[in-house]
């Protein structure tokens, strides 16, 4: 079975600009969830989607959105971008039936100049 | 406000010598634990979930246990492969019935041939 997949793997982006970024997740996995990792603030929550629907949410300004769509795939935008948003974004899913086991993707490496 | 502190924050071992990492945390409500590996440039990957204190689980040389305050991942005749940064997480309510990841800052871990 297939992993999580995540596109692009690197991106680098102008202060201002806006990013999409995108997450396939494992087959028959309908729940998503996006974290941002820094080295000086580890691992942080963003959203978490499930049947389209945005389930919970983390501590992050509104240009921080996301979405799922009706195969599961999900996608996540950060707009007028800033320095701080320098990350590892990483997109984990989770199986049906109950599970709270994440299975995290490779993550995209995004760069803010 | 959930609160996850991983000590040491990094951890030099000669191979064959067995340690401990330590995983203490503040939750209301702690719905599971999770123990994730992590190497440079990759996604987290999974590695146990523990649900209640006095919870053990073992995979080849390591094994985690549960408390009600910490987890301890103990790591016996380890391998120069198994250098890694090691991550803790907590799942607990974020509201409603939805639950959220809660990620240490990690062990970084370097086992020396």
């Known amino acids: 079975k297939a992993g999580v997949t995540q596109t692009p793997r690197y991106l680098i982006k102008t202060r201002g600009q806006q990013v999409t970024l995108s997450c396939s997740p494992i087959s028959g996995h309908r729940s998503v969830s996006w974290y941002q990792q820094t080295p000086g603030q580890g691992l942080q929550f963003l959203f978490e989607y499930f049947s389209e629907t945005q389930r919970n949410k983390g501590n992050f300004p509104g240009r921080f959105s996301g979405r799922q769509f009706s195969n599961s795939r999900s996608e996540m935008n950060v707009s007028t971008l800033e320095l701080g948003d320098s990350a590892l974004y990483l997109c984990?899913?989770?199986?049906?039936?109950?599970?709270?086991?994440?299975?995290f993707g490779p993550g995209t490496r995004l760069t803010v100049l | 406000e959930d609160q996850v502190t991983q000590s040491p924050e990094a951890l030099r071992l000669q191979e064959g010598e067995s340690s401990s990492l330590n995983c203490s945390y503040t939750v209301s409500g702690l719905r599971g634990l999770f123990w994730y590996r992590q190497d440079p440039g990759k996604g987290p990957e999974f590695l146990f979930t523990?649900?209640?204190a006095g919870e053990e689980k073992e995979k080849e040389r390591l094994k985690a246990t549960l408390t009600k305050k910490e987890s301890f991942l103990h790591i016996t005749a380890p391998k120069p492969e198994d250098s890694a940064t090691y991550l803790c997480a907590v799942q607990a309510r974020s509201g409603g019935s939805n639950y959220k990841l809660t990620f240490g800052k990690g062990t970084l871990l370097t086992v020396n041939p």
């Open positions: 523990l649900y209640s």
């Open positions: 984990a899913s989770s199986p049906p039936g109950g599970s709270d086991t994440q299975y």
